[in-house]
């Protein structure tokens, strides 16, 4: 405890001597300026210090005026507001863990009960109260997730202690997120805060899940139904205030999806064709989100066509088509170039040189006209591209 005890207080000699100019100097500036009299001697000296004439002066002002809300350089003092503000919450968060993990096997039922959920409530009030002034909006978020967490741990602790015997996970977390699901509801139809969406759709959709798994639905068509729900919400999330979440929305959504679709089509055919269908599927996905997620198309028509072009050489290895593998990709090539795509281009020149590979160590393992053949092919096609390149730039 001594030893705890003096490493704290080397970090916090180590800390003032980083912190305690910066904290002083805006102490003394905020103290310095009280009233206008004695905001406008300042910047007479300010003016005077760096010679800035009056003309300089009123360009600054306009230009401030004309950007309007544009957020600005934070000043020292709030900085320091801030960073205590954080110092306070963590050593809050810290003193009630070390509580809990110190004294939980010696509380009762009720003390655990107050010191899980009754904190996550308090948070709630206070977080409301920053909702309801409106002053501390760098709050919201921090005490919103914070107040979820410990309330949803708190709920978990209330059915353990009230069920002590019961191990029905699955109805304590209906009952759980069914609860929160609720109470981030109405704080949604309050405030309207993106935060409050962000949770309530993760209770919504976990209350969802858990319940139809307990009616005893196939995980596949869980997946299909949610992800696609999903999907749908997210493109409606577009239209809103919410639009940031639209884009990881659409992300869990379509992988959501994708899954359910990959396990059904797999049990009722063969995972090749799995693969190949839904790599064609999540491509196509990308190809309408295009224009307006740029990263989602992009991880999109990667991770599409390693499906794509994986169940499609299992299909046909072996077989006397194996060149439509070949001719596949070569077609893929000019939707690259079409779509403007490197993400579908690095795979299919990886598909396609694999497949030359392949074919080559199957059927022409001591052939010298093959790799002969291959670059001739090579300069052929270097020939015609820079052919195709010169006719457009007429054009």
């Known amino acids: 405890m001594i030893a705890l005890l003096l490493l704290l207080l080397i970090l916090l000699l180590i800390g003032g001597g980083i912190w305690a100019w910066p904290l002083l100097a805006a102490a003394l500036g905020l103290s310095s300026v009280t009233d206008k009299a004695g905001a406008l001697r300042h910047i007479g000296q300010l003016m005077r210090t760096y010679d800035i ?18 957020p600005g350089k934070r000043s020292r003092g709030e900085i320091a507001r801030t960073l205590f503000t954080y110092l306070g919450a963590i050593f809050i968060v810290a003193g009630v863990g070390t509580y809990l993990g110190s004294f939980w096997d010696a509380m009762g039922s009720i003390m655990r009960v107050l010191v899980t959920l009754g904190t996550g409530y308090v948070l709630l009030m206070v ?5 309801h002034r409106d002053r501390y909006p760098g709050l919201i978020l921090p005490l919103t997730l914070a107040s979820a967490v410990i309330t949803t741990c708190g709920w978990y602790v209330f059915l353990d202690e009230l069920l002590p015997q019961s191990d029905d ?10 609860v929160m699901a609720i ?11 993106t935060v409050l969406a962000f949770t309530t759709l993760l209770y919504l959709y976990g209350f969802m899940q858990v319940g139809l798994d307990k009616l005893g639905i196939d995980i596949a068509y869980i997946a299909i139904v949610l992800g696609a729900s999903l999907f749908l919400i997210a493109t409606a999330l577009e239209k809103t ?16 999806l994708n899954s359910g679709l990959f396990d059904r089509i797999a049990v009722a055919t063969a995972s090749h064709w799995a693969a190949l269908l839904v790599g064609v599927s999540v491509m196509l996905a990308a190809y309408g989100l295009s224009g307006r997620y740029p990263r989602l198309t992009a991880l999109g028509y990667f991770v599409g066509s390693v499906m794509a072009y994986a169940g499609l ?12 593998y070949l001719a596949v990709t070569a077609a893929a090539l000019y939707g690259c170039v079409a779509l403007e ?13 694999g497949f030359i590979g392949y074919f080559s160590a199957e059927h022409f393992a001591d052939s010298l006209g093959w790799p002969v053949t291959l670059m001739l092919m090579g300069c052929a096609f270097l020939g015609v591209g820079a052919l195709a390149l010169r006719v457009k730039r007429r054009i």
């Open 53 to 70: 004439s009056p003309a300089e002066v009123e360009t600054a002002h306009r230009a401030a005026l004309g950007a309007g809300n544009l």
């Open 127 to 131: 977080l409301l109260a920053a909702l």
């Open 169 to 178: 996970w699955r109805g304590a977390t209906l009952f759980v997120c069914g």
């Open 183 to 193: 109470q981030q509801c109405v704080l949604l139809a309050k405030y309207g805060r």
């Open 241 to 256: 205030a919410h639009r940031i979440l639209a884009e990881p929305a659409l992300l869990i959504g379509l992988c959501w």
């Open 313 to 324: 050489f299992d299909l046909v290895e072996g077989t006397p088509v194996e060149l439509v």
């Open 341 to 353: 795509s490197r993400a579908l281009l690095l795979t299919t020149v990886i598909a396609m040189l």
